[in-house]
């Protein structure tokens, strides 16, 4: 059996090893960054939260905080929404979206938890998560999901202007959803030049929907995680969703 002291020392080095990961990343980050010309503080640092418990969660938090970063949570499963009612995680202030693959019956969830929502990727998803923010009486972010790599196994729009301006349009009529930007997964292969291509590809249909729309506050991109978060930073990303690369393995 571990004394307090014991545990006070487990949780200080736990503490230890997640600083320094999250100093890797946000290096990697500012070196890619640099090499757009841009200012990595701009970009926004999502915790990919999935079977991650609150104090590893408050810890990278407080983190990103003290080195004046810009964070926000992000969870993938509507089932996890309510470990962050924990004291050490509600009403902190920080943003928090919800970034996995959206079921109707869930929608409800989704709305009371998440500001923003990254996933919608079909009709029937806007439709849901309207009428659940209407009942609320809250308005709520939405990104657009576009299938960029064209890989049967994810979920998104065609990556044409022709296929995600329509979803734009409706969102834009919406009283209560509130189209921000764009959201993709890069292409899952070990080809850096398949991964720019998918990325670069939403920052291009961005632009081109933003035009096509009127719709001038369509500026969000979020695009690279853990393995690819360079490529992405160096394509235009806004926010990128790092997971793994700050936490750790996750657990079996």
Known sequence: MTSPADDSALAAEHRELLAARLDEVLARLD??????????????????TKMRTPPEIAVAIELLRERGR????????????????????????VPR????RLQTNKARD???????????????????LERRAETA?????????VNTSGEESKGGFAPT????????????????LRPVG???????????????????????????????????????LS??????????????ATIVRVGSAIFGARPA
């Open 70 to 93: 810009r964070v926000a949570v992000g969870e993938n499963r509507a089932q996890e929404i309510s470990k962050h009612a924990d004291p050490l995680l509600a009403d902190n202030g």
């Open 161 to 176: 202007a022709e296929a995600i301006a329509p979803m734009v349009q409706r969102l834009l009529a919406s009283p209560v």
């Open 97 to 100: 979206h919800f970034i996995g």
């Open 137 to 145: 009486g809250v308005q709520r972010d939405v990104l657009v999901q």
């Open 223 to 236: 695009m690279g995680m853990s393995g690819d978060l360079e490529i992405a930073v160096e394509e235009g």
């Open 182 to 220: 764009l959201m993709t997964i890069g292409a899952n292969t070990s080809d850096a030049g398949a991964v720019r291509d998918s990325l670069q590809l939403l920052r291009r249909l961005r632009d081109a929907v933003r035009e096509q729309t009127g719709a001038e506050h369509l500026a969000e």
């Open 110 to 128: 989704v709305v009371a938890f998440a500001e923003t929502i990254h996933s919608v990727d079909r009709d029937g998803i806007a439709d849901a």
């Open 31 to 48: 070196d890619a960054a640099a090499r757009a010309g841009r200012d990595s503080r701009e970009i926004t640092v999502l915790l990919a």
